[in-house]
């Protein structure tokens, strides 16, 4: 016990934003907790990112005591503990322990879950605590396209790159008497060589609905449909014919389509950071700050890196990896459970699985700025 409550200083482990800017003092707070040998005052500082107007809050004090809270339960200590006790005791029944061992699983994933947030999930950041809203007073205008604008639209090509006529199938026309009074012609524009696709949930009449997106510098098209996964995007029309590359987040049904696929960073940067916040594995830290540096010098190098800069980051992307798989093995045989099935990783083992498989690809002459490459070894 301490004769008075001890100030114990938390800040953000990150003292720069992923948009590059410096971080910046917004608040600091003060508030007593208690722990299991007394109580302390803990004295957080925020951050916050003007620019993006993004607030980070020390994650350590997270791990402590969550949000609205003010008593601290070192659950893996105490998870370590028990387990500890339980090898120990030699009469304890194999049901007891079974039910033990659940019991200690769900609080493990009870608290990982409470450390979640929009930087390390795929949660909202309308679910961030602190969140900073920046509310925008009405303006004079209405919505939409003002008096005066001047709208455009694409025009046909005189000499496009292939013509194909629709013939009628006249038995299906009602009888009657025709005559030929010329066609109509449409156009098609295919896409560009990089498509980013997304979807995401929507409520249509009460109902959950999924809204397609499949998007290039220059177009975007959405599409609402009852479903999430292949049976939507064929009907979307646009991916079984397309032929270029698809950035996506892994959602295993774009892998149909397309020549080549793109992994999203952002998602990757997300998962990155809760396997080194919950997981504690360095590797992910690290390479969390190589994508940041290779996207931040991309973008001064005007989009494109020279083929030299870009095999160093490849070299040091693979060195990453080879570090990683030392931090983060794959499980043992005998930790199988079944002879046919796949033995369980963990979300940190997942992750680096599959950016095992990926070569990392930068381009050193157009195209997206930073992206995996899907490709075997």
Known sequence: ??????????????????????????????????????PIIAREKVLECQPCSRVFTADA????????????????????RVTAL??????????????????????????????????????????????????????????????????TTLQPLANPNAVKPIPVDRTTLPQGTYRDVGYEARQVIDLEISANADETGINIGGKLAWLHTLATEEFTYYYPHAKRGSDAMDDMGVLPQYQGTICHDHWQPYFKYGRAHALCNAHHLRELERAFEQDGQQWA?????????????????????????????????????????????????????????KIARSKARNLLERQGIHVLYLPTHCATLWTFLWTYR
């Open 285 to 341: 830290q690290v390479m969390a700050g190589l994508l940041t540096e290779i996207n931040t010098a991309t973008t001064a190098a005007g989009g494109c890196l020279d083929e030299a800069r870009a095999e160093q980051y490849r070299q040091y992307y693979r060195e990453v990896i080879r570090d990683a798989e030392k931090e983060c093995p794959p499980p043992e045989e005998k930790e199988r459970t079944g002879k046919r099935c």
């Open 1 to 38: 016990m301490f004769p008075h409550p001890p100030v114990i200083d938390f800040v953000p482990e990150r003292d720069e934003c992923q948009c590059g800017q410096r971080l910046k003092v917004q608040k600091t707070r003060r508030k007593t907790v208690q722990t299991m040998t007394g």
């Open 86 to 151: 339980m090898a120990a005791e030699i009469n304890l029944s194999p049901a007891l322990k079974a039910a033990i061992d659940v019991l200690l699983l769900l609080v493990m994933v009870l608290v990982n879950r409470l450390g979640l947030n929009s930087k390390n999930s795929s949660k909202p950041p309308s679910t961030d605590p602190y969140r900073r809203k920046n509310l925008k007073p009405p303006g004079d205008r209405k919505p939409g396209g003002q008096p005066g604008h001047r709208g």
């Open 61 to 80: 004090l997270l791990r402590l005591v969550q949000n609205r809270c003010t008593v601290a339960y070192e659950v893996e200590a105490s998870v370590q």
